[in-house]
């Protein structure tokens, strides 16, 4: 079946260390999309790339960073994690990035900082 | 500026009962509407969608959404709850262009 798959599910990292969370997809889709959520609350989106095209969201702390080096790859990168950093993060693609698209959401990663 | 609201944080239900989730939105035009499902510690799965045409669609799962234009609304409706229905629920609301909202969800309980 065709999906979107993010390594790993958990993640533990210490604070202030480097980690890079991967989520990959086999639908083809043009867009990739990289939300956090934290506990009760809606995801947040902190960006998302239209093909080669990154496109961040304008509260989105410096500390996060994305790569995209092919279609089926996106990579979220957190520089120098804090303890307020600690979420789920989930990763969802759409065929186009028209409000009109479903996405279709991987099962997360969730992030824990120590 | 666009919103999406839940009105309601967390809903309890018993099994068989009938459920309704509520989902208001604020847009001068019609919008795209979306229902999605979040079972614990997993990703969002998209249940049902409105873009035009029959105000009443139909979803998987056994659930369906009646958009009211008069009321700005969009809620969620289930004929007998499953226990296995437990799970968060988010509106979300898609405003032209790629401006994409979601609601703040809300948390269902199922009770025996």
């Known amino acids: 079946d065709a999906m979107v798959i993010q390594n790993p599910r958990y993640q533990v990292t210490q604070f202030g260390k480097p980690v890079t969370l991967s989520c990959s997809q086999t639908?083809?889709?043009?867009?990739m999309y990289w939300y956090q959520q934290k506990s009760s609350q809606a995801p947040k989106l902190l960006f998302h790339y239209y093909d080669k095209d990154f496109n961040n969201e304008a509260d989105t702390p410096d500390n996060f960073q994305s790569r995209r080096p092919n279609t089926s790859f996106c990579f979220l990168d957190i520089r120098s994690p804090g303890l307020g950093d600690a979420a789920m993060y989930l990763c969802?693609?759409?065929?186009?990035?028209?409000?009109?698209?479903?996405?279709?959401f991987g099962d997360g990663t969730r992030l824990s900082i120590l | 500026a666009q919103s999406v609201t839940q009105p309601d944080i967390h809903i309890t239900v018993s099994e068989g009962a009938s459920l309704e989730l509520r989902c208001n939105y604020s847009?001068?035009?019609?919008?795209?509407l979306f229902w999605y499902v979040q079972s614990p510690g997993q990703g969002l799965q998209l249940l049902l969608k409105?873009?035009?045409?029959?105000?009443l669609v139909q979803g998987i799962k056994g659930f369906e959404a009646e958009f009211k234009r008069s009321q700005s609304s969009f809620n969620l409706r289930k004929p007998s709850v499953h226990w296995s229905d437990a799970a968060e629920y988010f509106c979300?609301?898609?405003?032209?262009?790629?401006?994409?909202?979601f609601g703040t969800g809300t948390s269902l309980t199922v009770i025996p």
């Open positions: 409105y873009f035009s045409g029959d105000t």
């Open positions: 979300a609301v898609g405003a032209g262009g790629n401006q994409f909202y």
């Open positions: 847009y001068g035009a019609t919008p795209y």
């Open positions: 639908l083809n889709h043009n867009v």
């Open positions: 969802a693609t759409s065929r186009e990035q028209y409000s009109n698209q479903p996405q279709h």
